[in-house]
């Protein structure tokens, strides 16, 4: 799947972009769950923090 979406600015130094409920539901994560952000070449990768 591939959904079109806009960053938008949450806070001077902040950026949000909305994930759809599809992603999340079958990635089974949950609200306020920890994630890590990973900058690869072009690409940022959201993968689920583990401790």
Not at 27 to 35: C, H, S, T, V, Y
Request: charged share 35%.
């Amino acid at each position: 799947m591939r959904f079109i979406r806009k960053i938008n600015r949450t806070a001077k130094r902040s950026y949000s972009v909305i994930i759809p409920m599809g992603f999340i539901k079958k990635l089974k994560w949950k609200e306020r769950q920890k994630i890590v952000l990973i900058l690869r070449g072009k690409k940022i990768i959201i993968e689920d923090w583990k401790p």
